[in-house]
């Protein structure tokens, strides 16, 4: 499968309505299940604890005719399943070795019964009671048994390995296991499990899926893997005891995958598991590797060997890919992370105030979205210092690119915001620099030129010749020079920008402190959204609104005869969305652009852009990104505030002259 290459795999868990002590039955309901996994194309697919019988048999455990009925089913269901089902799939049956019963799981692979894992912690409290029947695992003297005619691995030291799926490594546990302080999952995961499944028949009573849910998530982070969760259906409540067949599948602390509770339908719930970024993560947390040096009585472990040999034939995901991984979803938790992010700004920015005496904070403010954010956070700064706005020194630097709408909206920001406010027009300046340089811009000589005469002619130069860098960079480094000769800068460049290389070496690259750092235009138009619908009402409001509608541009290039702004970043670069979403998962997840490419054409993007242009601005943002790395090099300092970082000092280190080619190349397969 194309995903497949990619590092996913699809998982399953199953929780069938079954009949309490009827193996014949159940075991029908089980190849039914495996069927529908075949068509869906699931590779692993998990049932709930001890389902052949059903959990709730009570002392029929003790029964001969249960357990050989559950054998003979067991039989049956290994040989039949292989004609119906390619992959693997893990069933819990209860099995009598050494003279004790286990509550146990199968695991099974087209006919071949890999091996038998036994619950480690049986509950006997409240309303459970599985000592009266079963066995711990550690009191198992038998490493192997004898099950369908096979003679299999048995024991809690089992890993499950499918030598040709890079990353696919099974380890099982049933129900209480979890629930433990140390489950033998985290053994399993430390022993290189990526994938962890559960067999459980856990019942219900008020808010216990909640924590269900939670406990799930956080074995999966905390293990840095895939967390399968199958618990038994309402069909095996009985006597005092209700079920609701919570199924759940978790990855890295992220719930995937979730079925309704309390169906009275057969359940199945799919999702495809990122194995490539699991193994990532894990090679990037150092501490993860370290927790084998306390665990020595892991060595041994056994691995079962097989071969998945998935079939190619989907060429879709069944997860969802967010196409905009920087912003928060839903209204608490993006009220919640929107003032932690501010809060972060704001005690960082604070921290170095302080350090440095009380400065004056020179900021430039340009009518567009990253200057209105960090004009915002240095205003909050202030607030919490107990200074007076009168601390910030704002400017609006006009140039030839200005256009009177961003222009109006930064004076009127400096203006609500309360904050001492100049504007210089650096027309004059720049051109006298020009002068200096001999430099022609788009073919004009400036020499006994003014001002008004130069921008006149600027004005009407055609659309295919705009295009001029060194009279965008005089702009850019004249405002600098200004900003940083009226007090401690204050930096508004986003991630975004860093990444792409979209700033000018010297200019808007460079300031004393940077609150936006770490931040990404995405995140930056939100976060000045959600200020403006929450922080202030009236004029401000619309004022702000205004701020995240206007297109973004440096708005270097003149502006046209009808004093229209003709540079639009977006057009040139590409959707910030996009860059955005390659941005995320080169960094945080180390994808290769192939992967990059295939998540891409996953996700639902507001530019709905086709195959062809994602491939091209991917090509554009590997070669951006490379060429760019000497600006982030020397990096003024600023909070990281998220997962993703580009700070030279903390997340990021990388050689300036880094090749591109082999990330070409793999855009390109």
Avoid at 550 to 557: C, F, K, N, V, Y
Avoid at 651 to 668: G, H, K, Q
């Amino acid at each position: 499968m194309p995903f497949y290459r990619h590092g996913f795999l699809r998982v399953g868990v199953a929780a069938p309505l079954g009949r309490i002590a009827d193996p014949g039955h159940n075991a029908d309901q089980v190849l039914a299940t495996l069927e529908r996994a075949e068509a869906a194309e699931a590779a692993v697919v998990i049932f709930p604890e001890l389902f052949l019988t059903s959990y709730t048999c009570g002392d029929l455990f003790q029964q001969e005719t249960l357990r050989h009925a559950a054998l003979d089913h067991l039989d049956r269901l290994t040989r039949t399943a292989a004609a119906v089902y390619q992959g693997l799939f893990v069933v819990g049956v209860p099995l009598m070795v050494d003279d004790q019963l286990y509550n146990a799981a199968a695991v099974i692979h087209r006919g071949r019964v890999l091996g038998v894992v036994p619950k480690a912690f049986l509950p006997s409290y409240r309303e459970f009671y599985e000592h009266r029947w079963f066995a711990p695992a550690r009191k198992a003297r038998s490493t192997t048994v004898t099950v369908c005619g096979q003679t299999v691995p048995f024991g809690l030291n089992l890993l499950f390995v499918a030598d040709d799926v890079e990353g696919c490594r099974l380890g099982v546990e049933i129900c209480e296991d979890l629930w433990t302080p140390i489950p033998p999952s985290s053994h399993q995961a430390i022993r290189g499990a990526t994938l962890l499944a559960n067999l459980s028949a856990s019942n219900e009573v008020i808010g216990k899926a909640a924590y269900r849910r939670q406990l799930v998530a956080n074995q999966s982070g905390r293990c840095m893997a895939a967390y399968l969760y199958s618990s038994a259906g309402v069909s095996e409540s009985s006597t005092d005891l209700v079920f609701s067949g919570h199924c759940l599948i978790a990855e890295n602390g992220v719930i995937l995958a979730e079925a309704p509770r309390f169906q009275r339908a057969d359940i199945l719930e799919l999702a495809d598991v990122d194995l490539g970024r699991l193994q990532l993560d894990r090679v990037r947390t150092g501490t993860f590797g370290d927790a084998n040096y306390y665990e020595p009585q892991l060595d041994d472990f056994r691995l079962c060997r097989f071969e998945l040999q998935p079939e190619p034939r989907s060429q879709s995901l069944r997860r969802w890919i967010d196409p905009h991984p920087f912003v928060p979803k839903g209204e608490e938790q993006l009220k919640e992370r929107c003032e932690e992010i501010f809060s972060a700004q704001v005690a960082a920015l604070g921290q170095r105030l302080l350090q440095v005496g009380r400065p004056t904070l020179s900021i430039g403010i340009s009518g567009g979205l990253d200057s209105t954010l960090a004009l915002l956070v240095a205003c909050k700064t202030v607030d919490s210092l107990s200074w007076p706005r009168s601390q910030i020194q704002a400017w609006t630097m006009p140039g030839f690119g200005t256009t009177n709408r961003t222009l109006a909206n930064a004076q009127k920001l400096m203006q609500l915001l309360e904050v001492r406010a100049g504007e210089a027009d650096i027309r004059g300046l720049c051109l006298e620099e020009l002068q200096l340089l001999g430099h022609q811009p788009f073919g004009i000589d400036p020499r006994g030129l003014d001002v008004a005469e130069f921008t006149e002619r600027l004005r009407h130069v055609p659309a295919e010749r705009r295009q001029d860098l060194v009279f965008e960079n005089v702009q850019a480094r004249m405002r600098t020079q200004l900003l940083m000769n009226s007090g401690f800068v204050i930096g508004t460049g986003d991630l975004s920008e860093l990444a792409l290389g979209w700033c000018t070496y010297n200019g808007d690259h460079m300031s004393m402190y940077n609150p936006n750092v770490s931040i990404p235009k995405t995140l930056v138009k939100f976060l000045v959204r959600w200020a403006a619908l929450n922080e202030f009402s009236g004029t401000p409001r619309e004022t702000l609104l205004d701020v995240v509608a206007t297109e973004i541009s440096p708005e270097l290039l003149p502006t046209t005869a009808d004093g229209l702004n003709p540079q639009s970043t977006e057009a040139v670069i590409g959707p910030y969305e996009v860059h955005d979403f390659f941005l995320y998962h080169f960094i945080r997840h180390g994808a290769p652009p192939a992967k990059m490419l295939f998540l891409a054409e996953q996700a639902e993007f507001d530019a709905r852009p086709s195959g062809q242009q994602l491939r091209q601005w991917l090509r554009l943002f590997l070669q951006r990104f490379f060429a760019s790395q000497f600006k982030r090099s020397c990096l003024p300092d600023g909070p990281k505030v998220g997962s993703v970082s580009l700070s030279p000092r903390g997340d990021w280190r990388m050689p300036s002259d880094a090749a591109v080619t082999a990330w070409l190349a793999s855009a390109d397969e």
